[in-house]
């Protein structure tokens, strides 16, 4: 299985529970630095031909992916009028591009192998909209609209594909937040707190697992009821 952004924070915990599982795992990232265990790979996910080289070496090393957990993200805020083309497509490339080519190369092998699992790491924001956040709301809409258009196309063949929607998590992103920002999020937030990266992880382990075989096309949040299950 392949887990993107695996170096890190959510992506991180999530390679984590499926190594303690027993599971064979690949992460990526552009610097390295994966969990002991893992298949740890360099790759740019916004360069096709990295992306290629990194599901080839995983095949060799692993077999074909059966699980696919598209994690990888970044976010480039600022208010609409100050936002430029290249902050628009950056995240739009590494948040929602990528993950076309991620789930259209991984589902190469699921469709030979007739099974698979497709996750993708979407956001609350998706769904509540985010002033600053046009960029990378849009994005992460679009990963809704991925998942559910697989569903119909691949769900005959017993490949799932779900979004998660974290709400807050305490990552290096939300690290970056100003004190008195994260204050106010925790307000809105009736479990009065941000996630750890673990709590996310249980619910994509969950979607990977035969409990949830029949779960496709779902947008599950995981937000402490921020979004009260939207
Ligand atoms: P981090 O910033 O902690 O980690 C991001 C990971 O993605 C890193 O491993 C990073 O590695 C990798 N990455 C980023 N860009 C690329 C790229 N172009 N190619 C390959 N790898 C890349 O993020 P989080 O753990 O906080 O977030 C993980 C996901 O969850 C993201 O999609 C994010 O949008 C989403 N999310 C996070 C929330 C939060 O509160 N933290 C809330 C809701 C959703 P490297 O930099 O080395 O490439």
Redesign the pocket.
Same mark, same amino acid.
């Given at each position: 299985m392949l887990v993107?952004?695996? #170096?890190?924070? =959510?992506?991180r915990a999530v390679a984590e529970a499926f190594l303690a599982q027993g599971d064979q795992v690949a992460v990526? #990232?552009?610097?390295g630095g994966g969990p002991e265990g893992a298949l740890d790979l360099v790759?740019?996910?916004?360069d096709p031909a990295a992306v290629e080289a990194a599901f080839a070496e995983i095949e060799e090393k692993q077999g074909p992916v059966e699980v696919l957990v598209a994690? /990888?993200? =970044?976010?480039d805020d600022t208010l609409l009028l100050r936002m430029s083309e290249e902050q628009w497509a950056g995240v739009i490339d590494?948040?929602l591009t /990528?993950t076309f080519r991620l789930v259209k190369r991984a589902s190469k092998g699921m469709l030979r192998l007739r099974r698979g699992r497709i996750v993708l790491? #979407? #956001?609350?924001v998706a769904l509540l909209g985010s002033p600053g956040q046009v960029n990378y709301a849009a994005s992460?809409a679009g990963l809704i609209g991925i998942a559910r258009s697989l569903t119909r196309e691949l769900g005959s063949r017993s490949i799932t594909t779900n979004v998660v929607a @974290?709400?807050?998590?305490e990552?290096?992103?939300?690290a970056g937040l100003p004190e008195e920002q994260q204050a106010a999020y925790k307000q809105q937030i009736p479990l009065g707190r941000f996630a750890a @990266?673990e709590e996310v992880a249980g619910t994509v382990t969950w979607l990977a697992s035969d409990a949830a075989a029949y779960v496709s096309g779902a947008v599950i949040p995981v937000d402490g009821g921020l979004g009260m299950g939207h």
């Open positions: 993107t952004g695996g #170096s890190r924070g =959510i992506g990526t #990232s552009r610097g790759c740019d996910l916004t994690n /990888a993200g =970044i976010t590494t948040n /990528a790491m #979407s #956001s609350v992460k @974290p709400g807050y998590v990552t290096d992103m939300t @990266p």
